[in-house]
């Protein structure tokens, strides 16, 4: 993809819009329609799905999936659209990432929150699935048998994260016959942001004090 004036400026509006979208933590919106108070006075503090679960339950965590893995998708959606009808470009995946990558800050950064928001496994979950469903799909896999096994959802999301960039360079090289330097880097910094955001889970899974996925409200 050559980076022409259309070009970028199709990337940088759809840059700040994944952010501002992404910086709409549906965690916090249901919490507060739901409870009228901030998911992240409760359980963990984390503005996220699981944190939802445990504490409102299956129907507002629900809403919160749909709402979180919905902006990933339109956030991608969004930058294909500006780059094929404006600047008449079919070849995605730099603006892609970029744009995934600025969904996933927006969720963990939130503007509209003080910046605090939650891990971004739902919204990245969403970009993936649009960048590549297959690649996308085997890391669902990992993280629902790690889930399985453990009942730790912060671990299946770390396993997810490992495979991620593993398996996009895995169906890229299939595909071309050739490995991307620049995909790799964007898929690993997507990855690394998602862990470094679990850094405190991490510390619980190795001292033994991480709380176990359950579908009772506390």
């Not at 507002?60 to 893995?69: E, H, K, R, S, V």
């Not at 299946?156 to 880097?185: D, E, H, M, N, R």
Request: a positive charge.
């Amino acid at each position: 993809m050559a980076w022409t004036l259309p070009v970028i400026l199709c990337t940088i509006g759809a840059t700040v819009v994944a952010y501002l979208l992404g910086s709409c933590n549906f965690a916090i919106i249901i919490t507060k329609l739901f409870a009228n108070d901030d998911i992240r006075n409760h359980g963990s503090g984390n503005a996220g799905l699981t944190n939802v679960l445990r504490t409102l339950g299956k129907g507002p965590a629900l809403l919160t999936l749909i709402g979180d893995f919905s902006k990933g998708i339109l956030s991608v959606i969004l930058v294909r659209l500006l780059l094929h009808y404006i600047a008449g470009v079919n070849d995605f995946y730099v603006a892609d990432y970029i744009v995934a990558i600025a969904a996933l800050l927006g969720h963990n950064f939130p503007l509209y929150y003080g910046f605090r928001g939650g891990k971004g496994i739902l919204v990245s979950f969403g970009a993936v699935m649009i960048l590549s469903p297959i690649a996308g799909t085997i890391c669902f896999i990992g993280f629902l048998l790690a889930v399985i096994f453990t009942k730790y959802v912060s671990f299946g999301s770390i396993v997810a994260c490992i495979l991620f960039p593993i398996t996009t360079q895995l169906f890229y090289y299939l595909k071309t016959s050739t490995f991307s330097l620049t995909q790799l880097i964007l898929a690993l910094c997507i990855s690394a942001l998602i862990i470094f955001m679990h850094r405190s889970n991490i510390s619980r899974l190795l001292h033994g004090k991480e709380s176990k996925l359950s579908f009772k409200r506390k």
